[in-house]
């Protein structure tokens, strides 16, 4: 059991760098770039998508995180702190700027939420030319269950839910009792008269009294496809 899970963690990561490679070197659609009829294509349209912004929290303390309404003890870690989840070495994205985003504590629940505009895209759109990838990095703290997922909404004018798209959670076991983070990615068509975008990023608490919910580098990139619907 242990050689099979450990030989599992070999693949699992090598695939992980194998996707990243393919999306630096453009190899992934998400990174097809803007086209003409849709100015909010071909970027991240998440704001703080690392959770750079702003300071990340001293200790025990939960602060302000720049571009994400907060709930629960959703706040930023710093890589560097004494006794963070995760330090600069730890298994994650080779980016990982100084910060992460931390379930915090106390928090059986923690959310982070932005909502985005996608009103300058909505001649590709209405048309159903447009896809959506979003991806991050999930993960949690050593052999506890503590989870992150992270999910996109689609709205139409008027609010309504028109589609969603969801990565995550990672769990324990595909961490195999690892503190870490893992790449996740999952595409889907853009649904016709969607106006905005909400993200929801969740972290979840099983074990403890700090939900150690973990994670970095969040995307969500609109292309354009071929053809129309």
Do not use: H
Not at 34 to 61: K, Q, S, T, Y
Not at 84 to 96: H, I, M
Not at 105 to 114: E, L, Y
């Amino acid at each position: 059991m242990l050689v099979f899970r450990a030989s599992t963690r070999i693949w699992l990561a090598i695939l992980g760098f194998v996707v990243l490679a393919c999306a630096f070197a453009g190899g992934l659609a998400p990174f097809a770039g803007a086209a003409a009829g849709c100015p909010v294509c071909g970027r991240n349209l998440i704001v703080n998508p690392g959770a750079e912004a702003g300071v990340g929290a001293a200790g025990d303390n939960v602060v302000a995180v720049p571009g994400w309404t907060r709930s629960g003890g959703f706040t930023a870690a710093p890589y560097a702190r004494s006794g963070s989840d995760l330090t600069a070495s730890s298994p994650g994205p080779p980016n990982r700027g100084k910060n992460y985003f931390y379930g915090g504590p106390n928090a059986a629940v923690s959310r982070g939420t932005q909502t985005v505009s996608l009103a300058a895209g909505a001649t590709a759109i209405n048309k159903g030319n447009v896809s959506a990838t979003l991806s991050g990095w999930l993960g949690g703290y050593s052999t506890q269950s503590d989870d992150a997922k992270l999910t996109v909404s689609f709205l139409g004018a008027s609010g309504q839910l028109l589609g969603s798209l969801t990565i995550g959670p990672v769990t324990e076991y595909q961490r195999f009792g690892a503190s870490e983070l893992l790449l996740r990615s999952a595409t889907s068509a853009v649904p016709k008269g969607s106006a905005s975008a909400k993200l929801n990023l969740v972290m979840t608490r099983y074990y403890g009294s700090y939900n150690d919910g973990l994670a970095d580098n969040l995307s969500l990139v609109l292309s354009v496809s071929g053809s129309s619907g």
